[in-house]
């Protein structure tokens, strides 16, 4: 079994690859669904996190207002480090959990981890490559804005707080570039796919 990694800045379109990986039959770690889930209406992680960032990061209480989390620790590397301690290392417990579930099947081929901080939290050690998906900064800025409701600077805001985009596709194994549209894309995985099962 080998196991590849997809990371990228946000608004690059790693759940759109992941998801046509999906699609295709391969298995995939969503660091994204399970954060969501660990952070879910009265999870004790919502209460952690209003301890430390307070209650106006809250709906009401034991409901995470996430907009206003965002806006609160991607302004302030402090406070997103801590957001990491909470949050992201138990999204990478997870994920080694589910990599050994799949060794112990045996004979799964390539399976992949689609985690956002992949290189922050040191989990390209356990990827036999990394693929960086990414995109022209204004194609990001416009996907956010329109997804989450978005200011510009609230979004360039996070796109700051993240490693930067060289530095991700210098440490990366590929680069898959989402700029220009979703069959270009396809086209594009297709061959890393096909590439990558040949390889491994």
């Known amino acids: 079994m080998k196991i590849i990694g997809i990371t990228g800045g946000i608004g690059a379109g790693k759940s759109t690859v992941s998801g046509y990986i999906a699609s295709l039959g391969y298995p995939v770690f969503d660091a994204d669904a399970v954060s969501r889930d660990m952070t879910s209406d009265g999870s004790p992680v919502v ?104 200011t510009p600077e609230q979004v360039r805001s996070r796109m700051r707080s993240q490693m930067p985009e060289k530095e991700k596709a210098e440490r990366s194994d590929e680069i898959v570039d989402n700029s220009r549209g979703v069959e270009e894309l396809h086209r594009t995985v297709d061959a890393l796919l096909k590439k990558y099962d040949r390889t491994f």
């Open 47 to 150: 209460d952690e996190l209003a301890e430390n960032f307070g209650e106006e990061i809250l709906i009401r209480k034991g409901v995470l207002d996430r907009k206003k989390l965002a806006d609160v620790v991607f302004a302030d590397p402090e406070k997103n480090a801590r957001l990491r301690e909470i949050v992201t290392m138990k999204v990478r417990e997870a994920s080694l959990k589910w990599i050994t579930g799949y060794r112990e099947k045996g004979n799964c081929g390539i399976i992949f981890l689609d985690i956002p901080l992949l290189f922050e939290t040191g989990s390209e050690d356990i990827c036999d490559a990394v693929w960086f998906v990414t995109a022209d900064d204004d194609v990001r800025l416009k996907r956010v804005m329109a997804r989450d409701g978005a």
